[in-house]
């Protein structure tokens, strides 16, 4: 993996409003940019500002504010993202950097929350994660349609590959039609020979002889015309035939095929907007409670006794951050309230900040149940859709059936009319005909009629030859495409190969490359004992609905080394917080390599590093700092005196 190209870009944010920020105008130069500076100085606001910007509904506006602002200036191009409080959600507005930044919350905003970081430390499914951005539906259609195309090729192939076996015995066919023909022609030659020699033996007018041949010739037509006919009356039965069939396989496939009510679709798109007014709503409140917990435990920790003492002499501090119920230290067993300045027990203050880790893992559960009602939603959305349109289709070609097979029909009555009028018009031409036996004409009528019916075999003959021709030549006009169908075929074998291996690419390459930044990453940071940590995938047997399937899974392994040197399988449970945290980093860097977003999301976010040793995370940075365009850090003081002098420092939002 290289580094991403270095770039002279700045990126320019002008911040109103959002988090604890009022307002405030920072630079971020390409590479490594270290926000550093004590709790509760807006360090994690500015993070959530870039998110904001980028596309993210992961930020929160000021508390005391109706509306905030984000604007980005980047690559000569301005983004920018209002935030305005709408009674309980926060309503969105403005153009920003991502069409779609959910696979960017996932794997390259890396705060304390985000949920690929914390995967690992919550038992989370690692596979699902890696695969969430994924339209595995999508590719699973894809797959349908190329199978089905496939079908319909090699169909085909397979009967032109019929009609070709077909070749030979067609021009044997050809050939003796032709012969038949020739013969037949030779057989007419020498009746009509036949008939002239006895016309000269026969003393008549020539008038009567004229009429006579006349008659016999306008017979021999006329019962051609009705044999055509009969012809065209059959082969527009089959024709009529074959259409009923179509439309009675396209009636069965119409009753089977869901009517959908106008009414059902309006219902199911109100109530996605609702439950995507209700998963901004619980981002925005999940935000909110990780921002006043943080707050609140930052508070407890550093034991602000300066702001202590201001409540506890009644000095003004509006100018205070004005996060709802913040805490101040005051000793060991008390703190005092600076919202109120009253002195009250640490362990309540304690039990408040636990329940609203309650609280934030029940909306984390609410969130996620909601996400997932969503999904289902969506995928039954695009189901009725797809049932929709082939409903649509094919009542459309049920009524061009009707319509056809009505045309066909009129056409077919009026050939029956018109064999009536040919057959009348055959039988009186007959009975015209048998006049002329008397007077002499016996034997020139019997030959002139055996003529006639050489005539009508030939006729005969070379309309079949004529119909082996045509399709002799329609085979190899088929066969001329036949190449183009086995090249077509192979593309669409391939595609089908590919999106049936996609999945297993994505997950294979999660794996790899999760593996390899771990093996290098525990080299780097020399964790005592902890020898190798790798993910692997197994094949698990899972219920979906009513059925089993089998299903890949991301297993973990852990091993560590006893002091004489014996390697043994450890669990999650017994990882250090150090360690935990530089695996769920890790973790959350191989999605965010397999995703790509070193290629579309500018920016990689950082935060909430204190559990893990200064010097640790100085090497994570220069680690990460290969991958993202801007890594952007937020450290308390001495951690950030650990990172290279060369980085970028804002001390100041």
């Known amino acids: 993996m290289s580094s991403p190209e270095q770039t002279s870009e700045v990126a320019r944010f002008n911040v109103e409003n959002i988090g604890g920020i009022s307002e405030t105008d920072i630079t971020v130069s390409p590479g490594v940019t270290i926000l550093t500076g004590k709790n509760a100085t807006n360090r994690t606001s500015f993070l959530q500002a870039i998110m904001a910007v980028m596309g993210s509904d992961r930020a929160t506006l000021k508390a005391d504010s109706q509306e905030g602002s984000v604007r980005l200036a980047l690559g000569g191009d301005t983004y920018e993202r209002t935030l305005q409080r709408d009674g309980k959600t926060i309503k969105t507005t403005g153009e920003v950097y991502l069409e779609d930044p959910d696979v960017a919350d996932l794997f390259s905003f890396l705060l304390e929350d985000n949920e690929a970081r914390r995967a690992i430390a919550d038992g989370d499914d690692l596979r699902e994660l890696i695969m969430r951005p994924v339209d595995v539906e999508a590719i699973e259609r894809e797959i349908d349609r190329l199978d089905q195309k496939k079908g319909r090729i090699a169909d085909e192939i397979s009967r032109i590959e019929s009609r070709q076996r077909d070749l030979p015995d067609l021009e044997t066919r050809r050939n003796s039609l032709r012969q038949r023909i020739a013969d037949k022609r030779d057989e007419l030659a020498a009746k009509e020979e036949e008939i002239e020699q006895h016309s000269h033996d026969i003393e008549e007018s020539r008038q009567n002889k004229d009429e006579f041949e006349n008659t016999l010739a306008e017979l021999s037509s006329t019962r051609s015309d009705l044999e055509s006919v009969r012809r065209r009356i059959e082969s527009q039965k089959e024709s009529i035939a074959s259409l009923k069939q179509e439309r009675t396989d396209l009636t069965d496939t119409l009753e089977d095929l869901p009517d959908e009510p106008m009414g059902d679709q309006q219902q199911l798109e109100a109530r996605m907007e609702r439950l995507r007014t209700e998963r901004q709503r619980?981002?925005?409140?999940?935000?909110?409670?990780?921002?006043?917990?943080?707050?609140?435990?930052?508070?407890?920790?550093?034991?602000?006794?300066?702001?202590?003492?201001?409540?506890?002499?009644?000095?003004?501090?509006d100018n205070a951050d004005s996060l709802t119920d913040q805490l101040l230290d005051d000793d060991e067993e008390s703190v005092v309230c600076w919202t109120c300045g009253s002195t009250v027990e640490r362990e309540q203050i304690e039990e408040t900040i636990a329940r609203l880790r309650e609280s934030r893992t029940r909306k984390v559960t609410q969130l996620e149940e909601t996400k997932s009602e969503l999904d289902e939603l969506k995928r039954k959305q695009r189901t009725l859709e797809q049932k929709r349109t082939e409903r649509e289709e094919t009542k459309r070609r049920i009524d061009q059936l009707e319509t056809e097979i009505e045309r066909r029909n009129e056409q077919l009555a009026s050939l029956k009319d018109r064999r009536r009028e040919l057959t009348t018009e055959v039988n009186t031409l007959e009975e015209e005909v048998e006049t002329f036996d008397s007077g002499g004409f016996d034997e020139i009528l019997s030959l002139h009629k055996e003529a006639n019916q050489i005539e009508f075999e030939i006729d005969s003959l070379e309309s079949d030859l004529e119909a082996v021709t045509d399709e002799i030549e329609s085979i190899e006009e088929l066969l001329a495409d036949l190449d183009g169908l086995r090249v077509e075929r192979e593309r669409v074998v391939e595609e089908l190969t590919e999106n049936r291996t996609k999945i297993d690419d994505i997950e294979a390459e999660a794996v790899e490359k999760f593996n390899e930044h771990m093996e290098a990453i525990l080299d780097i940071l020399a964790y005592e004992n902890l020898e190798q940590i790798w993910i692997e995938r197994a094949e698990q047997t899972v219920r979906d609905g009513r059925r089993t399937i089998d299903r890949t899974?991301?297993?973990?392994?852990?091993?560590?080394?006893?002091?004489?040197?014996?390697?043994?399988?450890?669990?999650?449970?017994?990882?250090?917080?150090?360690?935990?945290e530089v695996l769920g980093l890790i973790f959350a860097l191989a999605g965010y390599l397999v995703h790509d977003l070193h290629e579309t999301v500018p920016f990689m976010l950082l935060d909430s590093l204190e559990a893990i040793d200064n010097d640790r995370i100085a090497t994570l940075v220069t680690y990460f700092s290969e991958y993202a365009k801007y890594l952007v850090v937020t450290l308390l003081p001495e951690d950030a005196q650990a990172l290279d002098d060369e980085y970028t420092r804002i001390t100041s939002i």
């Open 553 to 580: 899974a991301f297993e973990l392994h852990i091993v560590r080394a006893t002091e004489n040197g014996a390697a043994y399988e450890d669990t999650v449970d017994h990882l250090s917080e150090s360690e935990l």
């Open 282 to 317: 619980l981002n925005t409140e999940l935000s909110d409670l990780q921002s006043l917990i943080q707050y609140n435990e930052e508070r407890l920790e550093t034991q602000d006794s300066d702001l202590a003492g201001m409540l506890a002499d009644g000095t003004d501090v």
